[in-house]
T-cell receptor, first 115, second 117 residues
């Protein structure tokens, strides 16, 4: 049973380019969470999605960032016109129920570097 | 706003020493509490969690944590650390509603543990 799969593991983008980060939840999990980890910081919640629905995006920056979790395929975190401050590790987690009561399983993360 | 404080940024211990990592949270209601470990270059793994019941929780790899409600604390302990415990440790909370959790986790900034062989 594969865990949460994130790709790519490492992503390098020049300032102004777009970054697309993918997350496939564990089999049977229909709830996805995105977190960002800045250097020397803990993980910060960004967005919580179910299939075709954004449940909570209170942690998402107002501009340039968007997320989706389509009916088919992985969840995508999209960052438009990246800036150096977007350099971070982005982690996806999934859970089987809407409240995460059974815990969250994290992926290995995507490390985004903006040059 | 809810927050989680981990008091130690970096802890250095020798093998066989005892470990205690502090975690305090600010939230007036019922919470679920978690400790995660992140080994170098890897993803977060759940060490243990507390939802209800016995406030002394035992997790994997010999770790345990004690929930002290009056102190808003959930400190992580291990009686004897090993070199392989070198990692970063994150405390996290989320509000509890009717025994379940409410979505996202709030993480502390993490504590780096270095164990000298």
């Amino acid at each position: 049973n594969a865990g949460v799969m994130q790709n790519p593991r490492h992503l390098v983008r020049r300032r102004g380019q777009e970054a697309r980060l993918r997350c496939s939840p564990m089999k049977g999990h229909s709830h996805v969470y995105w977190y960002r980890q800045l250097p020397e910081e803990g993980l910060k919640f960004m967005v919580y999605l179910q299939k075709e629905n954004i449940i909570d995006e209170s942690g998402m920056p107002k501009e340039r960032f968007s997320a989706e979790f389509p009916k088919e395929g992985p969840s995508i975190l999209r960052i438009q016109q990246v800036v150096r401050g977007d350099s971070a590790a982005y982690f996806c987690a999934s859970s089987p129920l809407d409240r995460g009561s059974y815990g969250y399983t994290f992926g290995s993360g995507t490390r985004l570097t903006v040059v | 706003a809810q927050s989680v404080s981990q008091h130690n940024h970096h802890v250095i211990l020798s093998e066989a020493a005892s470990l205690e990592l502090g975690c305090n949270y600010s939230y007036g209601g019922t919470v679920n509490l978690f400790w995660y470990v992140q080994y170098p270059g890897q993803h977060l793994q759940l060490l243990l969690k507390y939802f209800s019941g016995d406030p002394l929780v035992k997790g994997i790899k010999g770790f345990e944590a004690e929930f002290i409600k009056s102190k808003f604390s959930f400190n992580l302990r291990k009686p004897s650390v090993q070199w392989s415990d070198t990692a970063e440790y994150f405390c996290a909370v989320n509000p509890s509603l009717y025994g379940g959790s409410q979505g996202n986790l709030i993480f502390g900034k993490g504590t780096k543990l270095s164990v000298k062989p």
